[in-house]
């Protein structure tokens, strides 16, 4: 069992920057890919970034690409999204997920563990 607490969301003006932390709490953090998902009102929860157990794969959605940064300190059990030149199509609940196997899956299904979300809202 992993448990998954996000933070760092908030409200800011489009440009602006916010680091989202996901801290893990549970079975061993390292074994995990980890995932940043997002889910905006009356659409489907949609694939940010993922990052394999060890950082050495990457993988960002076309939107977010040059824009958004997935990372990972193991020591720290957490997983972090840095997000720069934000737009207001970021606007959603982003969650962070933990997928068992190491395949960076773009489909939520194939993640086991899931946070509560952080809303960000950026404004025009």
């Known amino acids: 069992q992993v448990q998954l607490v996000e933070s760092g969301g908030g409200l800011v003006q489009a440009g602006g920057s916010l680091r989202l932390s996901c801290e893990a709490s549970g079975r061993a953090f390292s074994n995990y890919v980890m995932g940043w998902f997002r889910q905006a009102p009356g659409k489907e929860r949609e694939i940010v970034s993922s990052?394999?157990?060890?950082?050495?794969?990457?993988y960002y959605t076309d939107s977010v690409k040059g824009r958004f940064t997935i990372s990972r300190d193991n020591a720290k059990n957490t997983v972090y999204l840095q997000m720069n030149s934000l737009k207001p199509e970021d606007t959603a609940v982003y969650y962070c997920?933990?997928?068992?196997?190491?395949?960076?899956?773009?489909?939520?299904?194939?993640?086991?563990?899931w946070g509560q979300g952080t809303q960000v809202t950026v404004s025009s």
């Open positions: 990052i394999s157990w060890n950082g050495g794969r990457t």
């Open positions: 997920a933990a997928d068992s196997t190491t395949v960076l899956s773009t489909n939520p299904n194939r993640y086991d563990y």
